[in-house]
């Protein structure tokens, strides 16, 4: 997701008490960021960091941490964050293809949340649940892997259905709309503009144990 240039993104990111901007140096040692060893979420492509914020809020046994590709989006997301105290909650700009260099075996959930299907056949590696990608996220895991997508694009949940079958996960898949929204839902800020238009919204929980 992409927005308009924020005035004085460098600034907004270089002073946000959120924003991690040496992340490789906490590879394996991210429970020293949080002075605690709580479980780990990760959330790649963040967006405005509607979700994560509201999981740091609801679960404050589990630290989160957002990973967002562009500067413009993150500094919009630390702007609307700047007068909250959420001590379970760390971002970091990063290109989701160097995840790798910033965890190792400390993460117990990745949530994909509406990510770029990229629909031609030729940008399927894109796809953040694509081989590339699920290679990628076995090193980050602690212990089980485990996954949580939703998407309203139902080439990409089938995508995905695919991809983690392949992989060795057990799914779990669930649809809902407007009219059926599971009560522990927490949305992102495209889910909320999806279900008012009376979009479908696909889930998979997919778990892959040791």
């Given at each position: 997701m992409r927005l308009r240039n924020v005035k004085n993104a460098a600034d907004i990111i270089?002073?946000?008490?959120?924003?991690?901007?040496?992340?490789?140096?906490?590879?394996?040692?991210?429970?020293?960021?949080?002075?605690?060893?709580?479980?780990?979420h990760v959330e790649i492509g963040m967006g405005k960091g509607r979700f994560i914020k509201e999981n740091a809020l609801r679960y404050p046994h589990i630290n989160f941490i957002g990973i967002e590709k562009y500067s413009s989006v993150i500094a919009r997301a630390a702007q609307i964050l700047k007068d909250e105290d959420i001590c379970n909650l760390k971002l970091i700009c990063i290109d989701a293809l160097c995840i790798?260099?910033?965890?190792?075996?400390?993460?117990?959930?990745?949530?994909?949340?509406?990510?770029?299907?990229?629909?031609?056949?030729?940008?399927?590696?894109?796809?953040?649940?694509?081989?590339?990608?699920?290679?990628?996220?076995?090193?980050?895991?602690?212990?089980?892997?485990?996954?949580?997508l939703k998407t309203d694009n139902f080439n990409l949940y089938n995508y995905s259905k695919d991809q983690l079958t392949n992989h060795k996960y057990n799914i779990k898949s669930t649809s809902f709309n407007i009219n059926s929204i599971p009560n522990n839902n927490i949305m992102t800020e495209y889910e909320e503009k999806f279900l008012k238009e009376n979009n479908i919204i696909y889930k998979i929980d997919a778990l892959k144990n040791n």
């Open positions: 270089n002073n946000s008490p959120y924003i991690i901007s040496n992340p490789n140096e906490y590879k394996g040692k991210w429970h020293q960021v949080f002075g605690n060893t709580n479980p780990i790798e260099e910033l965890f190792d075996h400390e993460i117990e959930t990745i949530y994909l949340n509406f990510s770029d299907p990229w629909p031609k056949d030729r940008h399927a590696k894109r796809r953040l649940t694509s081989d590339t990608f699920l290679n990628l996220y076995d090193n980050l895991f602690q212990n089980d892997k485990h996954i949580i």
